[in-house]
């Protein structure tokens, strides 16, 4: 399923998920430029458990390994990250989206403590912003194209069963991944547990950042 838009309208501008987006964007293309020599640059500025930097901690959030990881992820950005900067205000969902990489960065390490292959991408920030959508807009529905065979549908997922499904594979491809190392494969690719923990930080972290005063207002209507 690929999502392509949910259907609440912001009431603010998210100036702060718009400057995120543009910086992924830009750091991408610069990535892009250095040619051969991305991969140093990655190993510099991607987050490697097994010389982990606080300083990679934050860069490695604005990396990304090819421009479908970029792409996908600022998609994801774009349809959940406008709502839940409604509900926080800029500065708050800014300091949340930094709060959830970091715990998405951490979960990692922790489970591949000895990994030497560079953790990269925004996608562990987006899924604590996912989980806060979750949330706040349990009601919101997702419109979604999903693929059958040789033809396409469109259709509205509840939000509620369009992130829980994502949560859930995210959960037992982690656990998948934790069997494929103690069977003596290392494995590496996808951070799953990295955005297990980020949808985790954003479920809990969103009662702090989202402003009290909000809460009480109904940003949309469930028809």
């Known amino acids: ?5 949910d259907i609440i309208p912001s009431r603010t501008t998210p100036y702060v998920t ?8 830009l750091v991408f ?3 892009l430029s250095l040619g051969p020599a991305v991969n140093d640059f990655t190993m510099s500025f991607g987050l490697v458990p ?3 930097s606080w300083v990679a901690v934050f ?3 604005f990396l990304h390994a090819g421009l479908l990881h970029v792409g996908g992820n600022m998609l994801y950005l774009w349809i959940f990250g406008d709502n839940v900067e409604d509900r926080m205000g800029h500065g708050r969902f800014l300091a949340f989206y930094l709060l959830c990489g970091i715990a998405a960065a951490l979960a ?14 925004a996608s562990g920030a987006i899924a604590g912003v996912m989980g806060a959508y979750f949330v706040l807009y349990p009601k919101s529905r997702i419109v979604t194209l999903v693929p059958l065979f040789f033809f396409f549908q469109i259709i509205e997922v509840p ?3 369009f992130l829980g499904i994502w949560f859930v594979m995210q959960f037992a491809s982690g656990v998948g991944s934790i069997m494929t190392a103690t069977a003596g494969n290392p494995g590496g690719g996808v951070a799953f547990w990295a955005h297990v ?3 985790a930080a954003g479920i809990s972290g969103v009662f702090v950042f989202r402003r009290p005063e909000r809460q009480r207002v109904e940003w949309w209507h469930d028809g």
């Open 18 to 25: 718009i400057s995120i987006i543009v910086a992924n964007v």
């Open 59 to 61: 860069t490695s959030m």
């Open 50 to 52: 097994a010389a982990f």
């Open 108 to 121: 990692q390490t922790i489970t591949a403590p000895d990994s030497l292959v560079p953790m990269v991408g």
């Open 197 to 199: 923990a980020g949808f």
């Open 29 to 31: 293309l610069f990535e």
């Open 159 to 161: 939000a509620i069963f």
């Open 1 to 5: 399923m690929i999502p392509l838009r």
